[in-house]
């Protein structure tokens, strides 16, 4: 043994209460997880936990008595997904056989209950269950939870290690305010819940709203009803469908697809099942699309100034040059700056005898229909509101964390998130398309496959790491919006137009998207960065997970030179 330089040996640190754990490094500690929704990032994320963890139990909760969240709920005339079907899926469960290019909420919800059928989720998921609270039991670092069943109307306790929110943003679905609404003596109807066998051909109706419902409800209903009267407050981009922009590309997989109309051929969809590489090459044709639109939405870019011109050429085109549809329609704000709609027969059904077009602003609504600022009553026998969902993020449980509930915390302040997923002071919660999460940039399905990713590998590092809980800091987050508060004003996401990414705010900040486009999302989850979090431990030494000095990678039956395959 050789003495160092200039002395002697060095103390070696010393404790008699730390002792070296029996167990080898990457021991996986069991955890409970509960996730609370059933829609497409509830299913994805049950599909993620069985390929990343072990030793562990997960259930999920769903208030509905079946799978499928949005698509479950939303069952209104004309009501389809506006994102390409073959981009809407999941990336380990392509379904060639949609049967057009864009998918309905039947065939939707159809392809999500396959897939819990394929993947055997039913024993994972307990639907007619709502969790009315979650409180953190710092002591024990688990959640304890209430859950009612819907059913019999009983309430138990539940806990978990984990748990997870994939309600998503747009479920809370809400009436507008307008004085008298329900005073209605005719049908009430709110487009996220649409009664079944409601009758409306030969009555006149009204549609308030000319959102993402109200665009696509209109159309669905104009062909039937005596008189539709459309109510809007506010100008919106419409812009070519994905199947029309797609068809003028210089490419020849995208321009020779066999369509009739929005539906594929059975030639067509024959051939996206026979030949993989072909189906393939098409998805990812439609996707890097997708993922092309973000330079449209920086303000002032050449992009965005072409896209404005052509898009107000094909906005008046579409309403046949009706210089009052095309005042009351064509936005003066920057394009994006209300989420862009593909609304496929929109405009050109405002141009029919039996529309009526009304933006003077409603005054209240009477039991026989609907009065505006100059004094008349327009009467009516149905009224739909096509008024969108409550989007403040805030919870619809108390959610009882370190410093308080979230509700209050939302309710007083802006809603603000490390990542969109996480929250100080709420350790081991996490969320699916939180607060300035990328929903308005393409299909959700990609997006909450890479967030499973990074939160299952967050409880991966808890299991195997001995660390019993973690939530980001204060310090994290406020960086984080100082650079997202920077940075947004660069985008059309913040103009002055009503979006409900700035929570239905004409002016104010954008609470509802990231800073960037969706590769940068991509990219900004590919590494946990640990450096931002706060931790408790099993063990006041950080390393005592290291153990017994062995590896669970050279035990059992596993290959114990991995290291030296190319792969790796």
Known sequence: MHELAGGAFPSMP???????????????????????????????MIRTLRGKLTDYEH?????????????????????????????????????PSWSG???????????????????????????????????????????ELQVENLEDGKTFSDSCHFLLNATGILNNWKWPNIPGLHDFKGELIHTANWPKGS?????KVAVIGNGSSGVQVVPALQ?????????????LWVVPSQQQLLAQK????????KTDGNKFTAEQIERFNSDPDYYLQFVKAVEEDINSKFPMLIKGSDVAKYATKMVTMFMGAALGGNPELMKALIPDFEIGCRRLTPAVGYLESLTAKNVRVVTNPIEEIVENGIKISTGEVIEVDVLVCATGFDVSFCPRFPIIGRNGNLQDQWAEDL?????????????????FLGPNAPIGHGSVFTITEHIAKYISGIIQKCQTESILSLSPLPAAVDDFYEHINAFMPRTAWSGTCRSWFKNGLENGPVTAL????????????????GEDFEYTRESKNRFAYLGNGFSTKELGDGDKTWYLNKSS
């Open 14 to 44: 010393h404790t008699n209460t730390y002792s070296v754990s029996e167990k080898p490094l990457g021991t996986a500690r069991h955890v409970r997880i509960v996730t609370i929704g059933a829609g497409a990032s509830g299913i994805n």
């Open 59 to 95: 259930v999920v909760y769903d208030k509905n008595p079946s799978i499928g969240g949005t698509w479950y709920e939303n069952k209104y005339p004309g009501c389809v997904c506006d994102i390409p079907a073959h981009n809407y899926q999941f990336s380990w469960n392509h379904n």
């Open 101 to 143: 290019f864009l998918a309905g909420t039947d065939e939707i919800e159809r392809y999500l209950c396959k897939v819990c059928e394929d993947e055997n989720m039913g024993p994972s998921i307990k639907t007619s269950h709502r969790v009315t609270s979650a409180i953190w039991n710092e002591n024990k670092a688990i959640w």
């Open 199 to 203: 009758e409306y051909a030969g009555k």
């Open 223 to 235: 062909p039937d009803v005596k008189e539709l009267v459309h109510f809007i407050r506010s100008p």
């Open 250 to 257: 210089p490419i020849d997989i995208l321009r020779d697809l």
């Open 415 to 431: 809603p603000r998130a490390y990542m969109s997923s996480s929250i100080p002071g709420f350790p081991n919660y996490f969320m």
């Open 514 to 529: 990231h800073p960037g486009s969706r590769i940068h999302w991509f990219h900004m989850l590919e590494q946990f960065r």
